[in-house]
């Protein structure tokens, strides 16, 4: 059965979280889904991303801060530092929707979890560092222009007590940990994947039951490396991860090479047109042969598991060397060139492709005067870097000399 006015919602700002949002958008696919997907994105998403996630999501929605009401704009322009929080906020604005359950991009369904929708608002799982507070990272809401104006309005009177969206939301739905136990989400909807260090007999206890694993926390699954052969995820630096997050992270990651690359192959064979001015840098790469061009598999649920990627439970304990083989799709890994025509460069994302490792990286990129002038007109402004108020006096100071 599908629910037409309900919709499961994520957001995106940037390439890499695009990467996130994508992987999120084929495991809600991957468990039969029957609710439609939502990916909010602000202007700096490249259009090549922009392709990619409309092949996941049913709608790819842009939203500005710019296009909020002019009092919450100006006001906006004296608090930047609440942008990012204020952009997760718009989902209150889709209200073509009568509910929606939102989940951050990095976080990874497990199984189907239509049954959230039964949740009125403001539902959410307890936060595992104060569970007085819920995380904001899953939760159940109803779109409301009412609400999101209040919400707004309660941003700029008081700010955020950690600057984010989850202090602003803690401080608006103040009640939620003493009302009602009916919006308190069972852990199981947003398990934070490095919990299992410190409460491990609970999480063998219920872990199996677990629904969505949410990567929270400054190292998300993209910033591993990946070894498509032998399927394992490489550690970077001094992250070092428990069996259990190895093996949350080896599903992301065998979800992002079956049904998210397969995606960027299909733009190249022209399927979809990415504006001028993108290039996908994907060199020497093994992209798996998906049968379908979308790279969608057929629904987790209805298949057997052995054929496939994990259902839900199997990643738990299960990062012995030959059962994550075994997590593999049979897919061939084969060695060809997957790059696009010239002149294509892809803003903020380079994937590198080979047949022994997959890794993502952000771009540093240099803009034109020409392209700076056009973000500081559009709103877009790097406060805290290179638009910041002392580089900005360096070169007034520089300029006066
Ligand atoms: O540059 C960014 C950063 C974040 N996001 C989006 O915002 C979400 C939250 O950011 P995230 O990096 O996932 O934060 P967490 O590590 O999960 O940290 C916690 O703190 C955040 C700020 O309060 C909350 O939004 C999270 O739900 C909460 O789990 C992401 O998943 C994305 O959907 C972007 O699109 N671009
Ligand atoms: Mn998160």
Not at 111 to 133: K, Q, T, Y
Not at 329 to 335: A, F, G, N, S
Not at 353 to 380: A, D, T
Request: net charge negative; hydrophobic share 35%.
């Amino acid at each position: 059965m599908s629910v037409t006015d309900q919709a499961f919602v994520t957001l995106a700002t940037n390439d890499i979280y695009c990467q996130g949002a994508l992987v999120l958008g084929q495991s809600l696919r991957r468990h039969r889904l029957t609710r439609k997907l939502v990916v909010l994105i602000t202007p700096q998403v490249s259009s090549l991303l922009r392709v990619i996630l409309s092949k996941v999501f049913d709608e790819v929605i842009e939203v500005n801060l710019i296009d909020s009401a002019d009092y919450i704009h100006l006001a906006f322009l004296k608090r930047p530092e609440l942008g990012l929080t204020l952009t997760k906020l718009h989902c209150w604005t889709l209200t073509h929707y009568s509910k929606c359950v939102f989940l951050d991009a990095d976080t990874l369904v497990l199984s189907n979890v239509d049954e959230l929708f039964d949740r009125g608002e403001f539902s959410a799982a307890p936060d595992p560092g104060w569970p007085d507070c819920f995380n904001s990272g899953v939760f159940v809401f109803q779109p409301s222009l009412h609400t999101h104006k209040l919400l707004l309005q309660h941003a700029m009177e008081h700010g955020s007590f950690d600057g984010a969206d989850q202090g602003l939301l803690n401080s608006f739905f103040r009640n939620w940990s003493t009302t009602d136990i009916h919006k308190h989400l069972p852990f199981i909807y947003n398990l934070s994947s490095n919990t299992m260090y410190t409460y491990s007999p609970a999480f063998k206890q219920f872990g199996s039951s677990a629904k969505v694993v949410h990567f929270l926390g400054s190292m998300k699954p993209w910033n591993y490396k990946y070894n498509p052969q032998s399927g394992s995820v490489l550690e970077q630096g001094s992250a070092s991860s428990s069996q259990h997050q190895a093996a949350f992270l080896h599903l992301w990651w065998t979800i992002y090479q079956n049904n998210v690359l397969p995606l960027y192959k299909s733009v190249q064979a022209g399927e979809a047109r990415a504006s001028p001015g993108h290039t996908l840098c994907l060199s020497d790469v093994g992209v798996p042969c998906a049968d379908s061009a979308s790279g969608v598999e057929e629904p987790c649920e209805n298949s057997t598991p052995s054929a496939g990627v994990p259902c839900a439970n199997s990643p738990l304990g299960s990062n012995q060397p030959e059962q994550a083989q075994g997590l593999l799709e049979p897919t061939q890994i084969v060695d060809e060139t997957l790059s696009l025509p010239e002149g294509r460069r892809s803003e903020d994302v380079d994937l590198a492709v080979s047949v022994s490792q997959i890794s993502i990286e952000e771009k540093m990129k240099e803009l034109s005067p020409e392209e700076e002038r056009r973000k500081w007109e559009e709103g877009r402004i790097d406060y805290m870097g290179k638009d910041a108020f002392a580089r900005i006096q360096e070169k007034l100071d520089r300029f006066l000399q």
